[in-house]
């Protein structure tokens, strides 16, 4: 049977085609999906185009950043006010995939995937969803956690409070330079208030089916400098309340194992 690409006026319409139709998917950048198209042979048959629908724009206003959900990575690292974020967009494939690769195709990623997504969860982001309904805004993590249910539901943009300088770290191990799927990925934002961490955010990925907030790691360093002994007391539950998978390119022990150093790495003083 051959592929259908509609192309939909509004939001609204193109999430009425995906309620309508279960074989219909949205297509973003098309890196994830196209693989799953090709290889599952008349499965999905409708394909919902998500360009004209106005979902690439990059605002910064008031300190606070909305990106659209068709944004690309390319997009993202190129954006003069978003300069934090260039090693995340940057660390997802090479040139080509991040010229196609977007925010909202990041979020239904599945682990190794989806690092933008965890620097996403780490700025505490919220995404704006529609359906044939209605639109809302979500807490990121709600989105993540129920996004199997999520076919008819179009996400069309993520917002996020600017960090302050400084205050939002990355790190992506991987097996392969200079890019490739990932070890694990880590995103912490630490704010401080008079030298204190307050409002700590940290999040894995890779280490669950689904990038995670670790609230382990939060609560040991809330409230403190971050010095040697809070990194310390960080890296010593880094592991808590993860499950990480095997795959091919890590196995879940080794995840487990690895993690602390990879975080006591991420928070140790910045050169
Ligand atoms: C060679 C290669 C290397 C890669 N390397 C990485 C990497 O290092 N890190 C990483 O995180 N990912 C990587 N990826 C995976 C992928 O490129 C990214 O996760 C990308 O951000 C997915 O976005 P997309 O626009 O291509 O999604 P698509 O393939 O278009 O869509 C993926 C899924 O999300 C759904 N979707 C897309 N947009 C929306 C939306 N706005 N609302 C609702 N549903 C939506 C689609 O319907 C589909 O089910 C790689 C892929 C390839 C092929």
Known sequence: ????????????DAAEVLAADP?????????????????????LQRLVLSDGLGLDRIEIASGRATIGAAATMAAVAAHPQLAFLKPVA?????????NMATVGGNLFARSPYGDFAVALLAL????????AHQAETIDLASLLAARTRAEARIVTSVAFDLPEPGAFRF????????????VLAIAAALPEVNGKLSDVRVAYGAMAPDPIRVPAVERALEGR?????????????????????????????????VVSVHLRRLLAPQR
Not at 173 to 182: E, V
């Open 225 to 257: 400098a971050l010095d040697e002994a809070a990194i310390a007391a960080a890296a010593k539950v880094a592991a808590e309340g993860c499950q990480p998978q095997s795959d091919a390119i890590a196995s879940g022990w080794y995840r487990k194992n």
């Open 23 to 43: 074989t219909a998917r949205f297509l973003a950048g098309g890196t994830i999906l196209m693989r799953l198209v090709n290889g599952n042979a008349g499965a």
């Open 90 to 98: 940057e660390a997802i494939g090479g040139p080509a995939i991040r």
């Open 171 to 182: 790190a992506k191990a991987i097996r392969r330079q200079p890019h490739g799927a990932t």
């Open 1 to 12: 049977m051959p592929l259908d690409f509609r192309r939909a006026d509004s939001v609204r």
């Open 124 to 131: 505490g982001a919220t995404a704006t969803v529609e359906d």
